[in-house]
């Protein structure tokens, strides 16, 4: 029967399975960006233009995806979505210069971008079938795919060619869809009964949340539209204040990925091998805080969860920003992982049960634009003041992701 537990179990596997591969190919793509760099022949410029290409496609297609998942539903835009990201990632070896390399790469974003909103908007509906916070365990499949496709990236990159190591992970994409993608499509969540919307300052019980549009059902009609302009547009500012959220969390993720070991390196003296451990440290912090936060979740509840997250963030931080010793800027490093590992699955799960893909679609691109926004503002601010003070601004903005978790609490039911 729809709902039972055995089918939205293999349904959760699924799904999993798809936020891994996500993971997976992106970081293995990730790793190869240098040979792909001397084979087109392009400079730090044309290479930094192309590179938008992925930013472009990605977030044009967020804005986009939420409606296609509305017509078509949410598993079967993320198996398509999934598709063209495995065969796009084989095409940026084919390039010999950056303009082709910026073209193959805008169609490799919105392959990205789209999976992104599909299936967060899938692993909305899912968690509240399940009444259980499990966002974070979807995320955490995501951070050890990206482990998984880096590590293997680093150990074949000397002696596999750009060519078949990006074709190698293509055939594996479609292989890890074709096995997943049945255990996504057949299995249908139950469509809910219709509930009025709690109104301003009524919370529902913290640890059972809205349940979605279940848009994944194609012959669904939205009744958010037939809804008073009021109403939705309450709906639409706390989706943005969720996605304010999404922004501060992909922030610091962005800034840390591109500065933290040139940081390391440049004012603390670290060996490159060292320096480059930094973002390892924060990664695996990150992704064990994931593993961990549906207990977290199911404990605190999403209000204190929020609010320790970005608090412990801004203080880990604040350490490894400032702090004059190797040791305590690696621990410091690994306690920021840990404090923002939630916020952005929490953001995103809020935004989904609050306007369904639509949300999901608003949040994930307000945060990919705190991803994109964090390495070129730590630049500036490095040039105005200094590296180690443009990077307090990652601890400023998690502890205004706690502030807003703490201020807006009753309305916003986090």
Known sequence: MPGHPSQLTRLRIA????????????AGWVVRIPAIKEQTGASPSGLGLALLGVSAGAVVTMTLTGRLCRRFGNHRVTVVCAVLLSLSVALPPLTHSALTLGAVLLVFGAAYGGINVAFNSAAVDL???????????????????????????????GAVSPTRHL????????????????????????????????????APHPERPDRPDHSDRPDHKDHRSERPDRPDRRTRA???????????????????????ALHLEQDLGA???????????????????????????????????????????????????LAPWLWAALLGFAVAGLGLANLFPVAVERAGALSGSNGVAVASTLGYGGMLLGPPAIGFMADWF????????????????????????????I
């Open 386 to 413: 200094s590296l180690p003070a443009a990077l307090t601004s990652v601890a400023v903005l998690a502890a205004l992701a706690a502030l807003i978790g703490l201020t807006t609490r009753r309305v916003t039911a």
């Open 127 to 157: 968690v509240a079938a399940l009444r259980r916070p499990v966002m974070p365990s979807f995320h955490a499949a995501f951070s050890l795919g990206g482990m998984l496709g880096a590590g293997l990236g680093a150990l074949v990159a």
């Open 15 to 26: 799904l999993t399975t798809f936020f891994a591969l996500d993971g997976f190919v992106f």
């Open 271 to 321: 060996s490159p091998g060292v320096a480059a451990s930094g973002y390892s440290c924060f990664a695996l912090a990150m992704t064990v805080g994931r593993l961990s936060g549906t207990v977290l979740l199911e404990r605190l509840g999403r209000t204190r969860t929020v609010v320790a997250g970005g608090a412990t963030a801004a203080v880990g931080m604040l350490f490894g920003a």
């Open 167 to 202: 074709l190698g992970l293509a055939v594996v994409g479609l292989v890890v869809t074709a096995v997943a993608a049945p255990g996504l499509l057949r299995h249908r969540l139950p469509r809910p009964p219709e509930r009025p919307r709690p109104t301003a300052g009524a």
């Open 238 to 260: 706390l989706v943005l204040v969720f996605g304010l959220i999404a922004l501060c969390t992909a922030y610091g993720e962005g800034a840390l990925a591109d500065w933290g």
